[in-house]
């Protein structure tokens, strides 16, 4: 899909909580983490407070020191490669992403999770080809790979989506100069990302095609 100009759009996703549904998952590793690194568990009645609150306060709650931070996300990605046959995607987004990969349209994937989870589960439920992979251990960092993702494919901010489920995704696109399209179906709720006033708030995968029809 390109613009009046000429340009081709980007779309770009987040990958747990957005193409994968991980959060059960995750909460079982954290509780399993929180005895090696020594921090508070979510007792499963939590889950859903929790889900309210942007990773900062989540963080402070569980007395996360943000030193071991990376540790923690390094040893979770390790978790979730043995148990990833576990994770199955949201109902719609390969759908959806099937549809998009049919336009001329960039694809792509920023996430802190590992590229080798993510090629995993991809070819395990057989998603379309993605034009470029990225991951980082600091998950607070997605503006700069976002920024280094545009600088390095040439690409136009404007004709950027990024698409995700949690505030840090707001925060960090929007220093980016990307447009957000926040998600309700992963981390957070739909209260607490509209909160932070994401350019887009969907519901429902499909969505996504008609944002970008209408945006460009």
């Known amino acids: 899909m390109t ?3 000429g340009k081709k759009a980007t779309l770009i996703f987040d990958f747990d909580g957005t193409i994968a549904d991980t959060f059960s998952f995750y909460l079982r590793i954290l509780n399993k983490l929180s005895q090696k690194f020594g921090f508070r568990q979510i007792q499963a009645d939590q889950a859903e407070t929790y889900r309210n609150l942007d990773s900062h306060k989540v963080m402070e709650l569980l007395a996360i020191p943000r030193i071991k931070l990376p540790f923690i996300v390094w040893e979770a990605r390790r978790l979730l490669k043995e148990g990833l046959n576990n994770v199955v995607p949201f109902d719609g987004i390969k759908e959806t ?18 590229v080798r989870n993510v090629r995993s589960f991809l070819k395990h439920f057989k998603f379309p080809e993605f ?26 901010p404007q004709m950027v989506f990024y698409v995700g489920d949690e505030t840090r995704d707001i925060e960090a696109v929007r220093e980016a100069g990307v447009k957000s399209i926040a998600v309700t179906w992963g981390y957070n709720s739909k209260d607490l990302l509209k909160s932070f006033s994401p350019d887009f708030l969907i519901s429902d995968p499909r969505e996504i095609i008609r944002i970008l029809e209408d945006s460009l």
């Open 3 to 5: 613009t009046s100009t």
């Open 97 to 114: 992403i099937e549809e998009i990969r049919k336009k001329e349209i960039l694809l792509g994937i920023i996430t802190s999770n590992s």
């Open 131 to 156: 034009d470029f992979i990225y991951s980082s251990l600091h998950i607070w960092n997605k503006s700069k790979a976002l920024k280094r993702v545009i600088q390095h494919h040439k690409l136009q």
